[in-house]
């Protein structure tokens, strides 16, 4: 439970909680129906290790041949291997080649020292402090601003 709450806690959007099957398929179900569109808004890779789903990285409110935004999640037990920083490096590459993205922008919290160096590690540069970015549990947060460009 307290891994499931510290990863809540990173997270900068909702997620249900507790996260239920039901919730599970309404994702996968979204994801699905998105990816069948000509031009999706929203493209999500799962990140697989074992024949198990560990985490995902996600285009959003993409922009075809423009920009999108970047969020990302892994499992706590395997946070620090590297393994997210390789997932943002090549899910970005298909943005920039694929979808003819020129911007992708990401946000992390303050206090997310892991995901600030996965993003810097992947290239994309810190442009600022977001404030009151983010409304979690009534209360507005401040966030990092990065962004990689082609």
């Known amino acids: 439970m307290a891994i499931i709450k510290k990863l809540l806690f990173f997270l900068t959007d909702s997620f249900p909680h507790p996260y239920k099957v039901s919730d599970a398929r ?3 179900r979204n994801v699905l129906n998105e990816v069948r569109k000509k031009e999706p808004k929203n493209i999500v890779f799962g990140i697989e290790i074992n024949g198990e789903v560990v985490g995902c990285v996600g285009l959003h409110k ?3 041949d423009h920009k999108a935004e970047f969020g990302y999640w892994l499992g ?4 620090g291997g ?3 920083t390789k997932a943002v490096k090549k899910v970005s590459a298909f943005a920039f080649r694929e979808l003819r993205i020129r911007r992708i922008v ?3 919290l303050l206090n997310n ?3 600030k160096r996965v993003l810097e590690k992947s ?4 442009e600022g402090i977001a404030k009151k970015y983010i409304k979690k549990k009534n209360k507005f947060l401040d966030v990092y601003q990065f962004a990689k460009t082609k």
Not at 76 to 79: A, I, R, V
Not at 123 to 126: A, I, P, S
């Open 26 to 28: 309404k994702f996968i």
């Open 62 to 64: 993409v922009k075809h």
């Open 76 to 79: 706590e037990n395997f946070w």
């Open 82 to 84: 590297g393994i997210m």
């Open 106 to 108: 990401a946000y992390t």
């Open 113 to 115: 020292e892991g995901s």
């Open 123 to 126: 290239g994309f540069e810190l």
